[in-house]
């Protein structure tokens, strides 16, 4: 049975352009219910622990420079099957290759800037989601 909260990051770029509102309203609009949400700068250990997943891959410095150049937005979401919907809402992870109206396209600058961060699996979304939140903060 699929899980019904998925975790998500507003990455720096989309935050210094001014689109959490924009974004926020989308995931709204989706259907999500915001359950933890707080706004943070990762130093580089954060980010490295993060996205240790990704150690062995290519673009894993490159990553955690980009995740750690201004301050971001994190957020546990809500809904019924919410990692499947909400990547469907975000779309593909290079934005050209991105769907129409997904948020990837509209808010989207590049495969590194690509606005948003998405778990792709049930027992993702609970690591990432208490990395951050403790169960104190989720509502
Ligand atoms: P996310 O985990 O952020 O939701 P994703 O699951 O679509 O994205 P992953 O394969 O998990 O994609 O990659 C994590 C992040 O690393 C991507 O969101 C993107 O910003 C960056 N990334 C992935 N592939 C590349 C690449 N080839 N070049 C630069 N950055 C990349
Ligand atoms: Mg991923």
């Known amino acids: 049975m699929s899980g019904n909260i998925t975790f998500t990051i507003i990455k720096p770029f989309a935050v210094s352009n001014g689109y959490i509102g924009p974004i926020l309203n989308k995931i709204h609009q ?8 707080r706004m943070l700068w990762l130093t580089r250990g954060e980010a490295e622990r993060f996205y240790e997943v990704h150690e ?5 410095k490159d990553l955690v420079e980009f995740m750690t150049s201004g301050p971001i937005v994190v957020a546990i979401l809500k809904k019924e099957n919410a990692v499947e919907d ?11 290759k991105a769907e129409e109206g997904t948020i990837r396209k ?5 495969m590194r800037a690509n606005a948003v961060h ?9 690591i990432e989601g208490s990395f951050f939140f403790s169960g104190l903060q989720q509502f």
């Open 118 to 126: 998405g778990s792709d699996s049930d027992d993702n979304a609970k």
């Open 106 to 110: 509209e808010f989207a600058e590049s």
């Open 86 to 96: 909400y990547r469907k809402l975000i779309g593909a992870t290079d934005p050209e």
């Open 30 to 37: 989706g259907g999500f219910r915001i359950s933890a949400m």
């Open 56 to 60: 062995e891959r290519p673009f894993y």
